[in-house]
C-alpha cells in the first residue's frame, strides 16, 4: 500500500503533518487550497518544495487547529496549549482570528458560540453534531437531490479520487445548510451525461 502525501506546515522550527484527507476536512480552507489546488488526487507526485508551507502563527494555538482537521475537539482549551504571553481568553479570541485567516469556517463557529457561552456565564458542552450527506445529479436542466448515507458518501467519494472523472465546479447548486464536498462528470461510460455532486452538512 503506497504512503500517503504529507503537507507540512513549518512554525518557527516546529512542523505539523497533515494528509489530504485532514486538509479536505473542511473544505474550501486556505491551507487545503494552497497545497491541493489542481492536484491530482489520484498520484502522490507533488513537489516536495509545493508540500512544505511556512506560517508566521503561536505554534502552540496552531497545534489546536491541527487537532481541529484531525477530527478532535478542542474545546475548553488547556492550559498546556495556552501560550505563556497570553491569557486564556485571548487565547481564544487569537485562536478564532487564526481559524478566520484560515478559512475555518466550522473552527472559527465553535469557538464564537463557546465564546458567547461564557460570556453568558454558563459554559455549555458543544455537541458533536452528526454529519448528513447527499448526492445531486444534474439531469435534463435541474438538479435533483437525494439523501445518501455516511457510507454510501464514503464510497462515492473513494471512487471518483481513484477513478477517471473529470472535477468540473457545480453552477446552480444551492442546498441550504450543505457544503459541496466534490462535483465530477463521469468519463467511463457510466452515466455519461450527468454531472453528479456530493454534499455534507455544515456544523
Not at 13 to 36: C, K, M, V, W
Request: charged share 25%; net charge neutral; with cysteine.
Amino acid at each position: 500500500m503506497p504512503s500517503q502525501t504529507l503537507y507540512i506546515v513549518k512554525i518557527g522550527d516546529e512542523e505539523f503533518r497533515f494528509t489530504q484527507d485532514q486538509l479536505d476536512s473542511e473544505p474550501g480552507n486556505y491551507l487545503a487550497i494552497h497545497f491541493l489546488q489542481g492536484v491530482d488526487p489520484r498520484s502522490n507526485a507533488v513537489e516536495a518544495s509545493n508540500r512544505t508551507l511556512l506560517l508566521e502563527k503561536d505554534p502552540l494555538l496552531f497545534k489546536l487547529i491541527q487537532a481541529h482537521l484531525r477530527g478532535y475537539e478542542v474545546l475548553p482549551i488547556p492550559d498546556s496549549l495556552v501560550p505563556g504571553y497570553m491569557t486564556k481568553e485571548s487565547a481564544l479570541e487569537n485562536l478564532q482570528r487564526d481559524a478566520r485567516s484560515l478559512g475555518l469556517r466550522r473552527l472559527e463557529e465553535k469557538l464564537m458560540n463557546y465564546q458567547m457561552s461564557l460570556m453568558r456565564g454558563t459554559q455549555i458542552k458543544l455537541p458533536v453534531a452528526q454529519k448528513k450527506y447527499k448526492q445531486a445529479v444534474f439531469k435534463d436542466g435541474n438538479w435533483h437531490v437525494v439523501d445518501i448515507s455516511e457510507t454510501g458518501f464514503k464510497m462515492l467519494l473513494e471512487r471518483v479520487r481513484n477513478g477517471r472523472f473529470e472535477m468540473v465546479v457545480p453552477l446552480r447548486l444551492q442546498c441550504p445548510g450543505y457544503a459541496v464536498v466534490i462535483c465530477w462528470d463521469n468519463l467511463d461510460g457510466v452515466q455519461s451525461s450527468k454531472t453528479i455532486a456530493l454534499m455534507e452538512s455544515i456544523d
